[in-house]
């Protein structure tokens, strides 16, 4: 996925690697901005914020392209409490489980249907008080579930779906 994820650099103009603080990253338990508090659960998914190369550790501006990552369908569309979260179900299977990815704090006029791989998700939204980033997540979601359950409270509260780290993803044989 680390390919995958610099093509979205790529795809902006810029020409440097992501850079990931303590707490932007999968499981991470503190906050990466402001006082850097425990967070209530661990981190669900990873934080693009921050880019590094010759000239040090520059953070992405609110007009970066959110790229999507994988080929799916965008199923599901709802506010976050720094902008939008987009869930896009992508026909790759394991076991009885289907995998979704979750695009988080992003402005984006998008709706259901079809989305390629680098397909424009949005731009990032933004909030006083908390840096310009966007948030990815990987989810193993059972096949059968509603998409009435696909909201942040519901996945985190349900024993069935399984958040797994976008940096060490495999794609199943």
């Given at each position: 996925m680390k390919e995958i994820f610099k093509s979205s650099l790529k795809k902006n103009g810029i020409d440097k690697e992501w850079y990931f603080k303590d707490g932007m990253n999968f499981r991470d338990n503190t906050l990466w901005w402001g006082e850097c508090k425990k967070r209530t659960a661990s981190h669900e998914g990873i934080d693009f914020g921050y880019v590094i190369g010759d000239d040090g550790?520059?953070?992405i501006n609110e007009d970066f392209i959110v790229s999507n990552?994988?080929?799916?369908?965008?199923?599901k569309v709802i506010d976050d409490f720094i902008?939008?979260?987009v869930f896009v179900k992508h026909e790759i299977f394991n076991e009885s489980k289907e995998l979704f990815s979750i695009f988080g704090h992003v402005k984006t006029q998008l709706e259901e249907g079809p989305i390629g791989s680098f397909d424009n998700i949005g731009t990032i939204s933004t909030r006083k008080n908390i840096p310009v980033h966007f948030h990815y997540s990987l989810v193993w979601i059972p096949e059968k579930t509603s998409f009435d359950l696909l909201a942040w409270d519901k996945l985190n509260s349900n024993e069935s779906v399984l958040f797994i780290d976008p940096k060490s993803f495999k794609m199943p044989k």
């Open positions: 550790i520059c953070n990552f994988l080929d799916g369908s965008i199923i902008g939008k979260s």
